[in-house]
């Protein structure tokens, strides 16, 4: 019983169990044009255009989400100088798996600047020295000093850690760590 089974039963009901779960995660609930467009009960009693009606059930389709981390308007929006002619460095905080070796590789080769950072190629590191000067850098981040504070350092090994670098590479003053 057991062998007769496992040949002619066992391989349809995998592969039907298979099927199923693929079908639940490949096909939409409701795809795209095919689901039938009824206007709300409220809008159709209102007489309101088509465009109202859209505007209303982009609205009721976005899921309410309770915010985890309020922070203030004032916070958000507050404009910050960023002085690369003088003493300010911009330190960069790589938090891993949210998109940080992209983006500070797009800071160190991407971004229009007066002096553009210096990449030769086959490095990794590229010198980004503020404009008229060949010494000290306006960027503190894995591309341009490389992990001088170790790899991954977090806020506090950074804010502990970033001054006695910059002094390190001859980069002498005080800054304003951003």
Known sequence: MDERFNRWLLPPLLALLFLLIVYQYVSPACPGAACPRRPPASAARRGEGPEEREEEEEAAAMPRLAAKFPFARGELCRRVRFDMRGRDVIVFLHIQKTGGTTFGRHLVRNIHLEQPCYCRAGQKKCACHRPGGDKDTWLF?????????????????????VP????RRGCAGNRTLR
């Open 164 to 167: 006695a670098a910059m002094e």
């Open 141 to 161: 981040s894995r591309f341009s000093t490389g992990w001088s504070c170790g790899l991954h350092a977090d806020w506090t090994e950074l804010t502990s850690c």
